[in-house]
């Protein structure tokens, strides 16, 4: 499977953005989808997932950001509200199959990357 991400840019603290995450070349349904994000000198960390239906998130993102998918335009979404600018990072959607609950927030569960969008978000 092959992933786009989009709909990152330069936005004030407080502001909200939507992350899109266009995937192509397979059944899209039958991947698992999440978000991650790395910022300047850190290392990549997860943010939210959609796993069996459920959603999942990072605590420093819990009710501020939400995750949902259209299987049938087969994109997965991330609306940030409330941005900080501790949120700034590139951010990138990741896929997999085989993802078991345990290791959805570990990096190296993943197979399929997408090429990552930069958020800025300014003080």
């Known amino acids: 499977v092959q992933l786009q991400a989009s709909g990152g840019g330069l936005v004030q603290a407080g502001d909200s953005l939507r992350l899109s995450c266009a995937a192509s070349g397979h059944t899209f349904s039958s991947y698992n989808v999440a978000w991650f994000r790395q910022a300047p000198g850190k290392d990549r960390e997860f943010v939210a997932t959609i796993w069996r239906g459920r959603t999942y998130y990072a605590d420093s993102v819990k009710g501020r950001f939400s995750i949902s998918r259209d299987n049938a335009k087969a994109t997965v979404y991330l609306q940030m509200d409330g941005l900080k600018p501790e949120d700034t990072a590139v951010y990138y959607c990741?896929?997999?199959?085989?993802?078991?609950?345990?290791?959805?927030?570990?990096?190296?569960?993943?197979?399929?990357w997408g090429q990552g969008t930069q958020v800025t978000v300014s003080s």
């Open positions: 990741a896929a997999d199959r085989g993802t078991i609950l345990s290791s959805i927030r570990d990096i190296r569960a993943y197979d399929y």
